[in-house]
T-cell receptor, first 111, second 110 residues
């Protein structure tokens, strides 16, 4: 079974709306990585979080890692059709050399 | 340009045949990975290699084999022992946890 649980599994939002995707681990994370995938393509790195309480932003996407380093959220502000795709969180079990991923959240943005 | 290249992009094979998927990177990364992606299941780790001539099994290694004779190359063989090989296969490389992915190889076994 997946060690990283993502929710929701899929999400449909109207363009301009905000949304949040969550990623939860049962174990303390050494590092948490967010990726985006367009259907049938490879993954593109978005952000990396390592410290408890850390928050990073890139354009309209903000990711946070909680203080206990077991849960992360990805927030998109004023969503656009270009944000559509599958968002996956990833983490390594030990020192990030054996990266595993959550099942992904499929985001659809309706114009 | 630096990057990671997978080939072929699409592959059709008959049941019982072995298939080798190519993965080449010129990013000078030590670590390389193979993942399998099925609809609704995210990525599952097949094998990974942290250094030349060494590799470790991931969560679903049965029916697959790999080699790491060169730093740049990490080919994956899908053997006839793999019971359900039809899937999308992704190769990645990285040094610090940030992974760079290829465009994927879609294997269909008829």
């Amino acid at each position: 079974s997946q060690e990283l649980e993502q929710s929701p599994q899929s999400l449909i939002v109207q363009e301009g709306k905000n949304l949040t995707i969550n990623c939860t681990s049962s174990k303390t994370l050494y590092g948490l990585y967010w990726y985006k995938q367009k259907y049938g393509e490879g993954l593109i790195f978005l952000m990396m979080l390592q410290k408890g309480g850390e928050e990073k932003s890139h354009e309209k996407i903000t990711a946070k890692l909680d203080e206990k380093k077991q849960q992360s959220s990805l927030h998109i502000t004023a969503s656009q059709p270009s944000h559509a795709g599958i968002y996956l969180c990833g983490a390594g079990r030990y020192n990030n050399n054996d990266m595993r991923f959550g099942a992904g959240t499929r985001l659809t943005v309706k114009p | 340009d630096g990057g990671i290249t997978q080939s072929p992009k699409y592959l059709f094979r008959k049941e019982g045949q072995n298939v080798t998927l190519s993965c080449e990177q010129n990013l000078n990364h030590d670590a390389m990975y193979w993942y399998r992606q099925d609809p609704g299941q995210g990525l599952r780790l097949i094998y990974y290699s942290q250094i030349v001539n060494d590799f470790q099994k991931g969560d679903i290694a049965e029916g697959y084999s790999v080699s790491r004779e060169k730093k740049e190359s990490f080919p994956l063989t899908v053997t006839s022992a793999q019971k359900n090989p039809t899937a999308f296969y992704l190769c990645a490389s990285g040094n610090t946890g940030e992974l760079f992915f290829g465009e994927g190889s879609r294997l269909t076994v008829l």
